[in-house]
């Protein structure tokens, strides 16, 4: 017998030790599930809540009549709930679950696509067609013309809550429907439930809602790198405190701030969220600039339009201290992840399979815009600066076309290579995607 089976044993017959030994496992076994309950519940948010609430409303119609609760029809409740007559309620039904769940990011509104589009300026919206996999609590949202016809519209028509994803299925709980289907008739329809594909061609888009808590590793951590350095001259991996305070008062025609040089009305809005993350700490700076600071306060708080806007010496100054609070530095390293995730998407939604080639297209979304793979963005009728880059093409491919290098000048030249050659020198182990994720 080793000394070790001796101790154990001697352990074993002794009461005192051996009641010590099940208190120590009994607690290493606590700890394990405290762990596995702050994983599920904590971080991540409470986005299920919101399924929860949903399954309740449904199974308390399974059971009583509008006339039992006091309404004329079930869409009466969530309509009034949100201070509206009787109209298509698909959207009052799951705003109703996310208010209830106390979910302050879910980007409700009473309308679809004005719904999509807040999660999209959030870097929430995440495309059926890109591959992501919903979670429970996810809203989803529906274009019954197909993925494609979504893909060239941005049109939804009805949304509902994910309430259970299981074996490449999502459960839906859905107000304002009708056999299965969305009603024009708001008085008769009912809150629905069914399962159906991940596959399903109806299905568009989903929101990624909840309490965020996404780790900047693999592809992701790759795309910020490279844009950050493009933008301010350093990997994100390397930024000191004065990277955050980046201002250039005319970039091509309106101001570029922070790590990504947000342009224009990105700018303004990433102002906006420093502004909501701590409205003293932005309120404070722009005091202290008496006449200028209060100049860009109103407009952070009016949703003034910065896409023209060249701010002049004190502004800037003003701006930069903004972006150098914590309130400044937690808006860009939020929308920064958030940025390179649609990025991302976008690349998949364009078929883009090939990590090095996603990450450098990522690159160009965000200096020339989200809209680069599209033809005739431009007034004159010229495509996007993207449009024609399939999945078939690599990096290489990609970069010898020579797409975003500006026209016959070749301006940005200099930011295509350097991008090439520090993607070409990263081994294949630094695009795994070990993204954690809990606001989906």
């Given at each position: 017998?080793?000394?070790?089976?001796?101790?154990?044993?001697?352990?074993?017959?002794?009461?005192?030790?051996?009641?010590?030994?099940?208190?120590?496992?009994?607690?290493?076994?606590?700890?394990?599930?405290?762990?596995?309950?702050?994983?599920?519940?904590?971080?991540?948010?409470?986005?299920?809540?919101?399924?929860?609430?949903?399954?309740?409303?449904y199974e308390y119609w399974q059971n009583h009549t509008p006339e039992d609760a006091g309404f004329s029809c079930q869409g009466e409740k969530y309509c009034s709930y949100f201070n509206f007559g009787v109209v298509d309620w698909c959207c009052?039904?799951?705003?109703?679950?996310?208010?209830?769940?106390?979910?302050?990011?879910?980007?409700?509104?009473?309308?679809?696509?004005?719904?999509?589009?807040?999660?999209?300026?959030?870097?929430?919206?995440?495309?059926?067609?890109?591959?992501?996999?919903?979670?429970?609590?996810?809203?989803?949202?529906?274009?019954?013309?197909?993925?494609?016809?979504?893909?060239?519209?941005?049109?939804?028509?009805?949304?509902?809550?994910?309430?259970?994803?299981?074996?490449?299925?999502?459960?839906?709980?859905?107000?304002?429907?009708?056999?299965?289907?969305?009603?024009?008739?708001?008085?008769?329809?009912?809150?629905?439930?069914?399962?159906?594909?991940?596959?399903?061609?109806?299905?568009?888009?989903?929101?990624?809602?909840?309490?965020?808590?996404?780790?900047?590793?693999?592809?992701?951590?790759?795309?910020?790198?490279?844009?950050?350095?493009?933008?301010?001259?350093?990997?994100?991996?390397?930024?000191?405190?004065?990277?955050?305070?980046?201002?250039?008062?005319?970039?091509?025609?309106?101001?570029?701030?922070?790590?990504?040089?947000?342009?224009?009305?990105?700018?303004?809005?990433?102002?906006?969220?420093?502004?909501?993350?701590?409205?003293?700490?932005?309120?404070?700076?722009?005091?202290?600039?008496?006449?200028?600071?209060?100049?860009?306060?109103?407009?952070?708080?009016?949703?003034?339009?910065?896409?023209?806007?060249?701010?002049?010496?004190?502004?800037?100054?003003?701006?930069?201290?903004?972006?150098?609070?914590?309130?400044?530095?937690?808006?860009?390293?939020?929308?920064?992840?958030?940025?390179?995730?649609?990025?991302?998407?976008?690349?998949?939604?364009?078929?883009?399979?090939?990590?090095?080639?996603?990450?450098?297209?990522?690159?160009?979304?965000?200096?020339?815009?989200?809209?680069?793979?599209?033809?005739?963005?431009?007034?004159?009728?010229?495509?996007?600066?993207?449009?024609?880059?399939?999945?078939?093409?690599?990096?290489?491919?990609?970069?010898?076309?020579?797409?975003?290098?500006?026209?016959?000048?070749?301006?940005?030249?200099?930011?295509?290579?350097?991008?090439?050659?520090?993607?070409?020198?990263?081994?294949?182990?630094?695009?795994?995607?070990?993204?954690?994720?809990?606001?989906?």
């Amino acid at each position: 017998m080793t000394t070790a089976a001796k101790y154990l044993v001697l352990i074993l017959k002794n009461k005192k030790a051996r009641n010590t030994l099940i208190g120590i496992i009994t607690g290493i076994i606590v700890f394990f599930i405290m762990i596995i309950f702050f994983y599920l519940y904590v971080l991540q948010g409470n986005s299920s809540e919101a399924a929860n609430i949903a399954v309740k409303e449904y199974e308390y119609w399974q059971n009583h009549t509008p006339e039992d609760a006091g309404f004329s029809c079930q869409g009466e409740k969530y309509c009034s709930y949100f201070n509206f007559g009787v109209v298509d309620w698909c959207c009052f039904f799951a705003g109703y679950c996310y208010e209830e769940a106390g979910i302050d990011d879910s980007g409700y509104a009473s309308v679809t696509n004005t719904w999509t589009e807040n999660l999209k300026s959030k870097g929430k919206l995440k495309t059926a067609a890109s591959g992501y996999t919903p979670r429970v609590g996810n809203p989803v949202f529906f274009n019954y013309d197909g993925r494609a016809n979504y893909a060239s519209t941005n049109f939804v028509a009805h949304v509902g809550v994910v309430v259970e994803v299981k074996d490449n299925t999502i459960t839906v709980i859905a107000g304002n429907e009708y056999n299965g289907a969305t009603s024009n008739w708001a008085s008769v329809s009912y809150v629905n439930k069914y399962t159906m594909s991940i596959n399903n061609d109806t299905i568009a888009c989903y929101g990624a809602v909840g309490a965020s808590e996404t780790v900047s590793t693999g592809l992701n951590k790759v795309t910020r790198n490279v844009i950050c350095h493009n933008e301010v001259g350093v990997l994100y991996d390397e930024i000191d405190t004065s990277n955050y305070g980046s201002v250039i008062a005319n970039d091509n025609g309106a101001v570029s701030i922070g790590v990504y040089g947000w342009h224009g009305n990105k700018a303004l809005s990433l102002l906006q969220k420093a502004y909501n993350n701590n409205s003293l700490q932005i309120s404070s700076i722009a005091t202290s600039y008496s006449s200028t600071g209060n100049s860009v306060m109103n407009a952070i708080s009016n949703g003034s339009d910065w896409s023209n806007y060249i701010p002049g010496s004190s502004a800037c100054s003003c701006i930069k201290a903004m972006l150098l609070t914590d309130a400044g530095k937690e808006a860009q390293d939020s929308n920064s992840l958030e940025d390179a995730q649609t990025y991302i998407d976008i690349c998949k939604d364009n078929k883009l399979t090939e990590n090095k080639a996603i990450v450098y297209c990522c690159d160009i979304l965000n200096q020339w815009g989200t809209s680069s793979f599209n033809a005739n963005v431009y007034g004159n009728g010229r495509h996007g600066v993207l449009h024609g880059v399939t999945g078939s093409m690599s990096l290489d491919a990609i970069y010898n076309s020579q797409r975003a290098w500006s026209d016959s000048n070749y301006n940005y030249q200099s930011r295509r290579t350097w991008t090439y050659n520090y993607l070409k020198n990263l081994t294949n182990d630094k695009f795994i995607d070990l993204n954690i994720k809990s606001d989906d």
